[in-house]
């Protein structure tokens, strides 16, 4: 045979081995080279190169550039210069739709953390926008921090006195636990008097001595009863507000999350914005045990980008309010007396169930296998969940199997506490915006400095191999992957304090914290959280090794550059030109059916 035909016949040959779907349909293999690939697999650590199958959409060789292109010898590479590479980020606690319709436009996003650090700041923006928007358009705001923005209750009177064009204007508690309201909500809800209907069950509207409205509505039956009938106006397409903050969580370098507040009314909204060629999240959906149909099986056409994975459910309430099942209490200063916070300690008081009601929900899920989740923060509340779920795992047979029960949050936990939940098999996700945020005021304002200063106990959680991963509970802060990296490796919060520096992660914690462990979280740890062969090319490019910068600097000098989903250059202009294309009218009970998902956190 002559040598030209053998390099023919090796060339075709090289070219099949490329082709891995049916009927020898050809795929193409990309070749990536990077400064520096960060895989987070233990086995091979770093890399060079890495490969993909655009079919397949998961990665078929990694390591350096001569063994990567001898496996797929036909393929291009593309070199990516100084750019490294990691497994997409992992947000394995998040609300992406309530994020779109309280934060993105046409809402506004009046959080201390986001540019409005006092009050006066934020009256200033709803003067500002009460003046130039459209005349009788409803107008929402989000994000009021009564103790971070030392805000008073804002009530209709202050309200009206910072919309004189008498537009209806509502402005939610970052709390999650009340709406606040001007005079022109209690007209066109047809208020009598300005007098509220009788409080619906599990809320209340607040009431001035002659029983009119005070202009607040509190926990969720009460601000549905408020809210939902404005949403239509004020929020027209809801699905793009839910796309806008993907691709907000996206520009943060996140791939795969999660939403903990599921109801059927969202279905149609993840479905279509999993679908679109540029969608740049793979999501997994917590249903709200509260739901009449949560226990029901739920599927969509592409489980790998949109499956349900269990049940949520709150233990207690939130520290920013002090309605904690915690066993200590708060300090009495003019700081918590402004923020109206419950002083306690009101240890098993603070559960929202009893442990008899605990019982009978995880009776309820338990034996059809879904994972459960808990939102917890006090200390005798984790106490009661990990009791509630030693007593269902032995009763259902499920201690020593890969359940993977989650608890979420627990800025008040203990060391011991984080043992036992490794020997019952839960995982769990702690909330680092609670330390960043409100750290400064958790040490020695909140709380006494032994307790406040090592709130979100980082290190106890890795010391007990719980699988510690951390999020940010969009839309409660911004999904700020790298400044959660930073924060938690120095200990600093924003004002760049530190407090209960024996808290603080390692580099490499902090890396699987957002990768790895969040994918485990999520069961998805197969699929994503690392780059391996056979895992989908899930991908975040960042401008530096941040493994190389001092930890204090990484938001200095690194930056997320771009992701990549199922081996796609993920275009998030694309993504919002896609998802502005579908007909609003398809999702238009959207915005009601999620604002009946606003939570505490």
């Known amino acids: 045979m002559k040598t030209a035909n053998r390099k023919s016949i090796s060339k075709s040959i090289a070219a099949l081995v490329a082709c891995s779907v049916p009927l020898f349909a050809c795929a193409e293999v990309v070749v990536l080279k990077a400064a520096n690939i960060i895989t987070m697999d233990d086995k091979k650590p770093r890399a060079e190169a890495i490969a993909f199958d655009t079919s397949t959409k998961k990665i078929t060789a990694i390591g350096s550039l001569k ?51 006092t009050w006066a700041g934020v009256q200033a923006k709803i003067i500002k926008e009460d003046r130039e928007a459209k005349p009788g358009i409803p107008l929402i705001f989000n994000g009021v921090d009564r ?10 009177k202050i309200l009206d006195s910072l919309s004189p064009s008498g537009r209806p204007i509502l402005v939610f508690d970052n709390s999650g636990h ?68 993907y691709a ?10 999660s939403e903990m507040t599921y109801s059927t009314g969202q279905y149609k909204a993840y479905q279509a914005l999993g679908s679109v060629p540029d969608a740049p999240l793979r999501l997994s959906v917590y249903h709200m045990s509260t739901e009449p149909d949560a226990a029901s099986q739920v599927t969509w056409p ?62 309820k899920y338990a034996p059809l296998g879904y994972q459960m989740s808990f939102h917890c923060n006090g200390d005798i509340g984790f106490d009661v969940v990990l009791d509630a779920y030693e007593y269902a795992l032995t009763k259902y047979n499920l201690s020593g199997t890969d359940h993977r029960w989650r608890v979420e949050h627990l800025g008040a936990a203990r060391a011991d506490q ?49 699988h510690p991963s951390f999020h ?81 600097e990484i938001l200095e000098k690194v930056k997320v550059q771009g992701t990549w989903v199922g081996g796609k250059k993920i275009d998030l202009a694309k993504f919002i030109q896609e998802v502005s294309a579908i007909d609003p009218s398809e999702h238009q009970n959207l915005g009601d059916a999620t604002l009946k998902t ?3 956190h």
């Open 248 to 257: 907000y969580m996206s520009s943060f370098g996140i791939t795969s999350s």
């Open 147 to 156: 103790l971070l923005q030392q805000a008073p209750i804002p009530t209709n």
């Open 302 to 363: 592409d489980a790998n980008m949109v499956r349900k994975n269990g049940i949520k459910l709150w233990a207690d309430g939130t520290p920013w309010l002090g309605n904690v099942a915690q066993s200590f209490g708060y300090l009495d200063n003019p700081t918590t007396r402004q923020a109206d916070i419950i002083l306690g300690p009101l240890g098993e008081k603070g559960m929202n169930y009893t442990r008899l009601q605990l019982d009978q929900i995880l009776d």
């Open 418 to 466: 984080f043992k036992r939940a490794a020997n019952l098999g839960v995982t769990v996700s702690l909330g680092p915006f609670q330390y960043i945020y409100w750290g400064d005021l958790l040490d020695g304002t909140m709380f006494d400095s032994a307790h406040g200063s090592e709130w979100v106990r980082v290190a106890d959680a890795f010391k007990a191999d719980v």
């Open 598 to 600: 606003i939570h505490s």
């Open 67 to 117: 063994d990567v292109q001898a496996s797929a010898p036909s393929a291009n590479v593309k070199d990516l210069g100084a750019t490294v590479l990691m497994p997409g980020f992992v947000e394995p606690h998040s609300h992406p739709l309530l994020g779109g319709v309280l934060t993105q436009s046409p809402a506004y996003w009046v959080a201390p953390y986001v540019g409005y650090k």
């Open 472 to 552: 940010n509970d969009g839309p409660v802060t911004p999904p700020n992957v790298l400044l959660n990296i930073q924060s938690m490796v120095t200990r600093t919060t924003d004002s760049g304090r530190v407090h209960g520096q024996n808290q603080a992660a390692t580099m490499d914690q902090a890396l699987k914290a957002v990768t790895i462990n969040g994918a485990y979280q999520l069961k998805r740890d197969r699929e994503v959280g690392s780059l391996e062969v056979g895992k989908f090319a899930d991908i975040v490019e960042l401008s530096t090794d941040l493994t190389t910068v001092k930890p204090s």
């Open 178 to 245: 009340a709406v606040y309201f001007n005079t022109a909500v209690m007209k066109a809800l047809g208020w009598t008097g300005g007098k509220p209907p009788k409080d619906p069950v599990g809320g209340s509207f607040g009431r001035n001595k002659d029983g009119t409205s005070n202009g607040v509505a509190n926990e969720v039956p009460g601000m549905v009863a408020v809210g939902v009938p404005f949403i239509p106006k004020a929020i027209p397409h809801p699905l793009l507000s839910g796309a806008n903050w």
